[in-house]
């Protein structure tokens, strides 16, 4: 795998490493971190991060933006490594893009394809995990959502996968996927064989049904539920919306207005940087309480 090998991480068409700072001689306390993206100007992940680094203490920690796309995400790689860098936040598009300029993924990311948290280690590797999964569990067990008999995905996307090897821990029936293609209903029918687990697809025109479950999780893009909001039924189970601005959606405002449990993309956001957190620092527990209650704080200003 790609780790530098035969050329100078730290030099990469004639730039300096972001911050531009050496790796030589650095103070261990004073670490960074970085999120990175294309785009990357809507992402909370710095107030999120930031927020963890002043309750734990750690002053001399620095966690920035920066704009990544695929094509540029190997020549920044190579301008990072330990002790000064800590990790990585990934966002798309390069949660797949990365995986052959790693030196380990877990099973968690090899699952879905999808890496989107990168930790160097002190013995120079780059390691990838997916803490998308395990947050989404954390999100549903807040709010007392442990296990379900069967459960519904609205959507087909890259997140819709997450949700299925979520709902590979927590599901102990089928899943219903509503999808607006037969390509998409394939990929989702496949990555159910991949996940062990049962998964029934649906044309999206149909996705109403989907509120008979006992767990629906829409997956998305903002404006894609709002025809659906009518359909809420009388009495639902718990929805999982993993939009988080605008917010509350239209969906998710029918579906507490009818005493259902509602469980956001900040949740999901928070709990996954969480475990980032955790996996950079060596720190735990990441402090919950402060970093949800900067996220609201960001949203609420935007």
Request: proline share 6%.
């Amino acid at each position: 795998m790609i780790s530098g090998t035969g050329h100078d991480r730290r030099a990469h068409d004639g730039r300096r490493e972001p911050g531009g700072t050496e790796t030589d001689n650095v103070n261990v306390e004073q670490r960074r971190a970085a999120v990175l993206g294309s785009p990357i100007a809507h992402s909370l992940s710095p107030v999120l991060h930031r927020a963890a680094y002043a309750e734990l203490g750690l002053s001399g920690w620095r966690y920035d933006p920066f704009e990544v796309d695929e094509a540029a995400l190997p020549g920044f790689l190579d301008q990072l490594s330990a002790p000064e860098w800590a990790g990585l936040s990934l966002t798309m598009p390069l949660k797949r893009a990365v995986f052959p300029l790693l030196d380990e993924v877990s099973d968690t990311a090899a699952a879905v394809e999808a890496v989107n948290t990168v930790v160097f280690t002190a013995d120079g590797r780059r390691t990838g995990d997916n803490t998308d999964i395990p947050g989404m569990v954390a999100a549903l067990r807040e709010r007392g959502v442990t296990a379900v008999e069967s459960a519904a995905i609205l959507g087909a996307g890259a997140t819709a996968s997450s949700a299925l090897a979520a709902l590979a821990r927590i599901c102990a029936g089928e899943v219903t996927v509503y999808v607006r293609s037969a390509a998409r209903a394939a990929e989702m029918r496949e990555w159910g064989e991949r996940l062990g687990v049962r998964v029934r697809t649906e044309e999206w025109g149909d996705a109403a049904k989907a509120f008979e479950a006992p767990l629906v999780i829409a997956t998305t893009p903002a404006g894609a539920t709002d025809a659906f909001a009518e359909s809420v039924p009388e009495r639902p189970g718990a929805l999982f919306d993993v939009l988080y601005h605008p917010w509350p959606t239209a969906l998710a405002a029918a579906w507490a207005a009818r005493g259902g449990e509602v469980v956001g993309g900040l949740d999901l956001l928070v709990h996954q940087a969480v475990l980032q957190v955790e996996q950079m620092t060596a720190r735990t527990p990441a402090p919950l309480a402060a970093m949800r209650a900067a996220g609201e704080a960001a949203l609420g200003s935007a």
